[in-house]
T-cell receptor
Framework: GNSVTQMEGPVTLSEEAFLTINCTYT??????LFWYVQYPGEGLQLLLK?????DKGSNKGFEATYRKETTSFHLEKGSVQVSDSAVYFC??????????????FGKGTKLSVKP | DVKVTQSSRYLVKRTGEKVFLECVQD?????MFWYRQDPGLGLRLIYF???????EKGDIPEGYSVSREKKERFSLILESASTNQTSMYLC???????????FGEGSWLTVV
């Protein structure tokens, strides 16, 4: 079945450090891939997405590239800020000829950024 | 902007009580979802609905039921709450053909 594996946290970085959160997936077809972010006490917000191989999603300085050959969608940011402290979820959704399957989530990675 | 509203942010209920968690979306989305979120387990799908009066079991439906009488509203029901249902519950919605799911802010339920 489909699954998402992301690196376990917590991840603690100093402000302006480089961030990578690894995400790999298993899927039978050609899924869409997502990163969601959850700030403390809030629900999940879509951070970025990519719908086909080699697509790069980007938002708020974060980037992730859909790599079909390595079945990966790693999240990166060149310089993190304290305000980036949150839990990050990688997810996939299968495409079924124009309709979408349910989202399958990784377990989340907690990021703490210290001043 | 899409708005998914969960009526209760924080609830405390007693074991055996019947609990209703309400969710409303304002974008005419066909699909709606209920997840629970627990530390170390991520998000797990409880139930989803592709349209009015339709419902499908997710990965962990035991102990829960749902109701979708109107397109904009999707209710999660705990018929007899138990302490292992203490969790954060997240409602979400999506268009039928869309691939972006929008989440509410979550409902923290404590069962004592």
């Amino acid at each position: 079945g489909n699954s998402v594996t992301q690196m376990e946290g917590p991840v603690t970085l100093s402000e302006e450090a480089f961030l990578t959160i690894n995400c790999t997936y298993t899927a039978t077809g050609y899924p869409s891939l997502f990163w969601y972010v959850q700030y403390p006490g809030e629900g999940l917000q879509l951070l970025l997405k990519a719908t086909k191989a080699d697509d790069k999603g980007s938002n708020k300085g974060f980037e992730a590239t859909y790599r079909k050959e390595t079945t990966s969608f790693h999240l990166e940011k060149g310089s993190v800020q304290v305000s980036d402290s949150a839990v990050y979820f990688c997810a996939l959704s299968e495409n079924y000829g124009g309709s979408q399957g349910n989202l399958i989530f990784g377990k989340g990675t907690k990021l703490s950024v210290k001043p | 902007d899409v708005k998914v509203t969960q009526s209760s942010r924080y609830l405390v209920k007693r074991t055996g009580e019947k609990v209703f968690l309400e969710c409303v979306q304002d974008m005419d989305h066909e699909n709606m979802f209920w997840y629970r979120q627990d530390p170390g387990l991520g998000l797990r799908l409880i139930y989803f609905s592709y349209d009015v009066k339709m419902k499908e079991k997710g990965d962990i439906p035991e102990g829960y039921s749902v109701s979708r009488e109107k397109k904009e509203r999707f209710s999660l029901i705990l018929e007899s709450a138990s302490t292992n249902q203490t969790s954060m519950y997240l409602c979400a919605s999506r268009t039928g053909a869309g691939n972006t799911i929008y989440f509410g802010e979550g409902s923290w339920l404590t069962v004592v």
